[in-house]
């Protein structure tokens, strides 16, 4: 599945349409796919259970299903369904955990435990064997295209078939409001699908059902704002042909235009708006990621002197530099608050010099089953849209990044002096050693991510300048905004992101650096006896 030409994107639309089966007729269309697929096609079913030629289950009964009608022949081409872990509160199995239960990895599987009725499983999924082609893929069901007598640029837009199913999958998840979505996939598929921008995690090894397949699960509430412009363009064509069936009878015109429109906010503005320089230096030498770690250490702060420190850096950084508190409420000049007694601070320490050299901490949502105020709750709450009541979960899951500072010894490019992302002083350092230091910004966020996992609580928000989501993003790290902007410190807006799927969107730098940080974090804690290591 090599990337899709732009016009390609644009022609699978005057060829396709794609919309759920509401009619028993469509469903039957489905069904017949279904059984030429995994019956006559690759006996993954016995022919004789199904004599009405359609392959059907009971979890068809519950299940939403969708169909791709190929528009100038009139067939059904592709087909899939989304299964409910509830329905009316009652839980119900899905498919995996019928048939690839022994499978699963259980301690990867607790990562991604959610109430049930937020989970769902695609499976079912099917390609017509008249809409697939390459030679050597007769072993698949998602294939590509067979012989019609169409034109070869039609032909060409077959193999989108299966990319359209999967983003049909996340959009139906995301309109039943079902985000955490399970599927049962040939393991090349995710690998294809993560260069389209769709990351699904594996949580079991392999299991021999209908071939070799593994368990897979996605936030689908993500899932959008990690793909590029082209991508998306054709996800909100598929997701627009699916609203009008399935959004709720009395949705209001806006949460219509909020499901199709709001999401995308924060990626239009990055398109319009490309990123300012700061980590231009780090996509330039791989070899900075590797320095970094031969220059800087990053731990918990478990100690007292280790928090005085943090707080002597949000002093000379939140007081002195840019006045966002007053001085005079901190006489002993650390900047500190009420949530320091139950936050886990952090620290990035500078080797030559000794010196704390950026700080930050996570701040929990509850302590010891008892609700604590996160910081935004405080400052923001009236800034958050629509988009707020479609990350709810549960506040022991939840935490918040804050109190991000980056001491002015280690900021260096001119025209960032009004920013604590910014750029370093003088130090008698290398050239080398002083071009890692725009690393502290990426390195700080690594940290919190890695320390938002270990405390698994994975739902972490950030209240952010809008330009630092946009730049993140470059290196894999998708933070999605909740808000409109918000003058607190600066113009800010809230933004939230899954920490448990980030690792698996990094490059493969990106991701021995994430690893290092988050082994930094573990040894350090683990030698101190700390909660934080007893979490990991």
């Given at each position: 599945?090599?990337a899709?030409?732009?016009?390609l994107?644009t022609?699978?639309r005057?060829?396709f ?8 007729a469509?469903?039957e ?9 995994y019956c006559d096609?690759f006996g993954?079913e ?6 009405s ?5 009971e ?6 299903h969708?169909?791709?009608?190929h528009l100038?022949s009139?067939?059904?081409a592709?087909c ?9 509160d009652q ?13 699963l ?23 017509d ?5 390459r030679?050597?893929?007769c ?8 012989s019609l ?6 032909q060409?837009?077959?193999p ?5 199913l999967?983003?049909?999958?996340v959009?139906m ?8 979505m399970y599927a ?17 995690v594996r949580?079991?090894r392999?299991a021999d ?5 593994a368990?897979?699960?996605t936030?689908t509430?993500f ?7 082209e ?23 806006r949460?219509a235009?909020?499901i ?5 906010r ?5 398109a319009?708006n ?6 231009e230096?780090?996509?330039q030498?791989?070899g900075?990621l ?12 478990t100690t ?10 949000r002093?000379?950084?939140y ?12 006489p ?9 007694a ?11 010099t000794?010196?704390p050299?950026g700080?930050?901490?996570i701040c ?8 604590v105020?996160?910081?935004?709750e405080?400052?923001c ?9 479609r ?6 899951q ?7 500072a ?5 900021r260096?490019?001119?025209?960032e002096?009004l920013?604590?992302f ?7 350092l290398?050239?080398h050693?002083?071009r890692?230091?725009?690393?502290l910004t ?9 320390t ?7 739902f972490?928000?950030?209240?952010m ?5 946009r730049l993140l ?10 808000g409109?902007?918000v003058?607190y ?5 809230v ?10 969107r990094l490059?493969?730098?990106?991701e021995?650096l ?9 040894s350090?804690?683990?030698r ?8 990991g």
């Open positions: 599945m090599t899709p030409s732009r016009d994107l022609r699978f005057n060829y349409s794609v919309k759920p089966a509401t009619t028993d469509e469903r269309a489905i069904y017949r796919i279904r059984y030429r697929v096609e993954y016995p022919k004789e259970r199904f004599p030629q359609m392959e059907t289950d979890l068809d009964a519950v299940a939403t969708l169909l791709i009608t100038a009139g067939m059904p592709a899939m369904r989304i299964c409910p872990a509830s329905d009316q839980p119900l199995s899905l498919p995996f955990e019928k048939r690839c239960e022994e499978s990895d259980l301690a990867a599987a607790k990562r991604f435990s959610a109430p049930r009725g937020q989970m769902c499983e695609a499976s079912r999924f099917a390609v064997s008249a809409f697939r082609r030679p050597g893929e072993a698949s069901p998602i294939g590509e295209i067979a007598s169409l034109s070869d640029h039609e060409r837009t077959f989108l078939l299966t990319l359209v999967t983003f049909a999958a959009a998840a995301e309109l039943l409001e079902r985000p955490l049962v996939m040939d393991p090349f598929l995710p690998r294809l699908l993560k260069r389209s921008g769709l990351v699904f949580i079991g392999d059902y209908h071939g070799t397949r368990v897979y699960v936030d509430r899932a959008v704002h990690r793909l590029d412009k991508m998306q363009t054709l996800y909100w064509w598929v997701h627009d042909q699916l609203a009008p069936n399935m959004l709720p009878a009395n949705a209001s015109p949460d235009r909020w199709a429109d709001g999401s995308t924060a990626a239009d503005i990055s319009r490309p990123a300012p320089g700061p980590f230096i780090i996509e030498s791989s900075l590797s320095s970094f770690r031969s220059y800087f250490s990053v731990q918990a702060a007292d002197a280790e928090r005085e420190a943090a707080y002597r850096i002093y000379r950084v007081c002195d530099e840019f006045g966002y508190e007053p001085r005079e409420r901190f002993s000049r650390m900047e500190t608050d009420e949530l320091d139950v936050a886990t601070h952090l620290l990035i320490n500078h080797f030559a000794d010196m050299a700080c930050m901490r929990p949502a509850s302590d010891q089953g008892q609700p105020p996160l910081p935004l405080k400052c709450h009236e800034s958050l849209d629509l988009a707020a009541t990350f709810s979960a549960p506040r022991e939840i935490c918040e990044a804050s109190r991000f980056v001491d002015s010894a280690f260096r490019r001119s025209g002096r920013s604590r910014g750029e370093i002083a003088s130090l008698s290398s050239d050693e002083r890692t230091f725009p690393l990426l390195v700080l966020m690594f940290t919190g991510v890695a938002a996992e270990l405390l698994e609580r994975p972490m928000y950030a209240l300048e809008p330009f630092l989501p993003k470059r290196f894999g790290l998708v933070f999605v905004r909740m409109r902007d003058n410190h600066g113009t800010r807006a933004y939230i992101t899954d920490t448990r799927f980030l690792v698996h490059d493969k730098e990106m021995a994430y690893r290092w940080v988050h082994d930094q974090l573990a350090s804690t683990r101190k006896g700390s909660v934080l290591a007893m979490a």
